[in-house]
């Protein structure tokens, strides 16, 4: 496996359920991220993990719960979502701060 | 304070034609700029990136960039469509020491045969 590798890339959760997306990197770098990708909406970042501390956390609901148990893997745990929360959720990486970031195929998620 | 705009949410353009996406950014510190390419229900790809080597910057699939400082823009280019280029393309800007990017809207390039 190389670059940022996510799973499930489809997810349909109800409301009431909890799940859990995943994230690994076989490029070596020290940082990890979650975006949401939105229809009509720029991407938004949602967490920034750096060498597994937290960086970053740009007001996400705390029904999304991040876990980075060590710089290669990153969790984003779902629990009681709300159906506007259906998108397509991107994990990348970087070497470090200010260099580019490399993105997973994504997770489609589906809240109904 | 960082942001780019990418003027054209959809451009359309026919197969060998020019290929001219704009991104306008701002930022008051030197900035790092990319291109991505996104195909559907994919993630995204890399095309190019400036960090103030080279102001043209050539990337993957034949795209290149040039970054103007006077006019802030990071325009891509190419110089003949192909119907595999048919995806949205995003501009983004971020600098030294921090972890956050900033993406335009994104441009959805249609390629006519």
């Known amino acids: 496996e190389t670059g940022v590798t996510q799973t499930p890339r489809h997810l349909v959760m109800g409301m009431t359920n909890k799940k859990s997306l995943k994230c690994e990197q076989h490029l070596g770098h020290n940082a990890m991220y979650w975006y949401k990708q939105s229809a009509k909406k720029p991407l938004e970042l949602m967490f920034v993990?750096?060498?597994?501390?937290?960086?970053e956390n740009n007001s996400v609901p705390s029904r999304f719960s991040p876990e980075c148990p060590n710089s290669s893997h990153l969790f984003l745990h779902l629990h009681t979502l709300q159906p506007e929360d259906s998108a397509l959720y991107l994990c990348?990486?970087?070497?470090?701060?200010?260099?580019?970031?490399?993105f997973g195929q994504g997770t489609r998620l589906t809240v109904v | 304070a960082q942001s780019v705009t990418q003027l054209g949410s959809h451009v359309s353009v026919s197969e060998g034609a020019l290929v001219l996406l704009r991104c306008n950014y701002s930022?008051?510190?030197?900035?790092?700029l990319f291109w991505y390419v996104q195909y559907p229900n994919q993630g995204l790809q890399l095309l190019l990136k400036y960090t103030s080597a080279a102001t043209l910057v050539k990337g993957i699939n034949g795209f290149e960039a040039e970054f103007k400082k006077s006019e802030t823009s990071f325009h891509l280019t190419k110089p003949s469509a192909h119907m595999s280029d048919a995806a949205e393309y995003f501009c983004a800007v971020t600098r030294t020491g921090t972890y956050k990017y900033i993406f335009g809207t994104g441009t959805r390039l249609k390629v006519l045969a």
């Open positions: 930022s008051s510190v030197p900035p790092y």
């Open positions: 993990y750096s060498l597994e501390e937290r960086v």
């Open positions: 990348a990486s970087s070497q470090e701060a200010g260099t580019e970031a490399f």
